[in-house]
């Protein structure tokens, strides 16, 4: 099990940016998967960015270009940067961790995201 805090939602006015952080904790191995989710009113869940432990990204179209995630070296904090919000970025992103790809994910508890002039 794997738990998760993240921090760096809040308001940002149409072209600005925010850097979502979330730490991971209570294990001593390396986290195979990081990345985030989001979840807008009345929509499904979905994928915006992951990090693999090999390196390997995927990013949703909608983020492309726009959104940058990484991890720090101990592969334990995953971030989103994210650059050029629009009204449609607005959700809750919540961070999700997978230790081992045969696992379940873990979520953490989800961070406010709003974007409106």
């Known amino acids: 099990q794997v738990r998760l805090v993240e921090s760096g939602g809040g308001l940002v006015q149409p072209g600005g940016s925010l850097r979502l952080s979330c730490e991971g904790s209570?294990?001593?191995?390396?986290?195979?998967?990081m990345g985030w989710y989001r979840q807008a009113p009345g929509k499904q869940r979905e994928l915006v960015a992951e990090?693999?432990?090999?390196?390997?990204?995927n990013y949703a179209d909608s983020a492309k270009g726009r959104f940058t995630i990484s991890r720090d070296s101990a592969e334990s904090t995953v971030y989103l940067q994210m650059n050029s919000l629009k009204p449609e970025d607005t959700a809750v992103y919540y961070c999700y961790a997978r230790l081992r790809l045969y696992m379940d994910p873990n979520w953490g508890q989800g961070t406010q995201v709003t974007v409106s002039s």
């Open positions: 209570g294990t001593s191995l390396k986290i195979h998967t």
């Open positions: 990090n693999t432990i090999d390196g390997t990204t």
